[in-house]
């Protein structure tokens, strides 16, 4: 499938691999890679954690909604842009992204996202005061699903290499 969208836009749950398996697809399709939680550090001087436990969590997705309206913009060069989890909480930005790109919903069982985020207090995870875990996982992939226009299922297999095959298999690549 090749796309007249030049950008990828990879959505998921934290620490479900959007970033390593971004990078490694960039590479893969010759694309640039953007990590959109790096470029809100950049911009704003802070660390994730730090701008929400300073502005809350309103003010943080102000700025995430903010600094993705400017991503893939001009599409000169297709990229790869990994989003932060809380994306999906922005119409404006998942519009913005779907006018640009092919969004692709990295799926991770819940179990997984537990064991891999272990304590994601200095991780910069936007979540509602009161809510579990499990209440964020399930009213994200509600969103993620939403504004999928691919879905690569990694609770078959969460191997980075095959999530990568799958990926690319959509965009006419092959991994390196």
């Known amino acids: 499938m090749t796309s007249s969208k030049p950008h990828i836009i990879l959505i998921g749950m934290p620490a479900c691999g959007k970033s390593t398996v971004g990078v490694l697809a960039a590479k893969a399709l010759g694309y640039r890679f953007i990590d959109s939680d790096l470029v809100i550090q950049e911009t704003d001087g802070r660390r994730l954690h730090r701008i929400i436990a300073e502005e809350g969590q309103a003010g943080f997705l102000a700025i995430e909604e903010r600094v993705n309206l400017t991503l893939g913009k001009p599409a000169s060069v297709p990229a790869v842009i ?22 692709v919903y990295l799926r991770l069982s819940y179990e997984t996202v537990k064991k891999r985020l272990g304590n994601f207090t200095h991780r910069g995870v936007v979540m509602p005061e009161g809510y579990t875990l499990r209440d964020l996982y399930d009213e994200r992939c509600a969103l993620y699903e939403k504004y999928a226009d691919i879905i690569v299922d990694e609770t078959q297999s969460d191997r980075i290499g095959d999530v990568l095959n799958t990926l690319c298999s959509h965009f006419d690549g092959e991994p390196t």
């Open 82 to 103: 990994a989003t932060g989890g809380s994306a999906v909480y922005s119409e404006a930005a998942m519009e913005h992204f779907k006018a640009v790109g092919t969004v």
